[in-house]
């Protein structure tokens, strides 16, 4: 009776952690979007006064904006382990190298997020920094914030690598639709175009869509159907045996 137990929930087990996957996919993409939203229209290109003004006006918005860029960077940290549970079978390496990249994007994520938090400090401290003048500082808030933008470059080609690595691996499961596999793997592909920064700005508008419906895509399908149980266990099988 035990051992039929412990075989019935280790028949699930690939199941509910594609479901758990979904919902910190979810949660991930969700408080990402809520934090763009908040810091919409409080940095203004060029104009380092407009952007400081902005900044202190709205503090606690921004503060609010910055709690959910961490709490989506969490959120994807834990779909990286599990994506890296789930398609372990298919092929142990690629699957760990997959969730590498998608961490390392996360910690230069975390460095940008510092990074955007740091005008704040400037802005905002309670004793202003010596030997800046107020237009200086100003101007120093921005650099840093351009210097996020930067960082940002470098987490999307991270992830480009990692939603490669990700769309092969589903391809190849068939524990999982190939469709979402090939269309990871272009996902990744337009996140690599950011290897060549002035390319990737005009290309943008396309590769936000072409991200976009991935990642819902992604999502949806992990919540509603999860894997195939039978196909992953034949596959993590025939892993043990090889």
């Not at 959120?75 to 390392?104: D, K, Q």
């Not at 100003?138 to 480009?160: E, K, P, W």
């Not at 691996?169 to 002035?198: D, E, K």
């Not at 396309?206 to 992990?222: D, Q």
Request: glycine share 8%.
């Amino acid at each position: 009776m035990k051992t039929t137990a412990v075989r019935q929930r280790w028949a699930e087990a690939p199941q509910r952690q594609a479901r758990i996957a979904g919902v910190f996919y979810l949660l991930n993409i969700l408080t990402i979007l809520l934090a763009v939203f908040f810091f919409r229209g409080l940095v203004v290109p060029r104009d380092p006064a407009a952007t400081a003004a902005n900044i202190q006006r709205h503090e606690s918005l921004f503060r609010l904006a910055f709690a959910l860029e961490l709490i989506s960077t969490t959120c994807s940290i834990v779909v990286a382990a599990l994506f890296y549970e789930l398609l372990r079978p298919v092929n142990r390496s690629l699957s760990l190298v997959a969730a590498f990249f998608r961490l390392v994007a996360c910690a230069v994520a975390i460095v940008g997020y510092l990074l955007q938090l740091a005008p704040l400090v400037i802005f905002g401290g309670t004793q202003p920094l010596d030997g800046f003048k107020p237009e200086e500082l100003q101007t120093l808030g921005l650099v840093l914030m351009r210097l996020r933008g930067s960082a940002s470059d470098v987490v999307i080609v991270f992830f480009g690598f990692h939603f490669v690595a990700i769309g092969y691996l589903i391809f190849q499961s068939t524990f999982l639709p190939r469709g979402l596999g090939v269309l990871a793997g272009l996902g990744g592909l337009g996140g690599l175009i950011f290897l060549a920064p002035p390319l990737a700005r005009i290309l943008f508008p396309f590769f936000l869509a072409v991200g976009l419906v991935v990642e819902v895509s992604l999502t949806t399908w992990l919540l509603a159907k999860g894997v195939n149980n039978q196909r992953w266990r034949e596959k993590a099988s025939a892993a043990e045996c090889g």
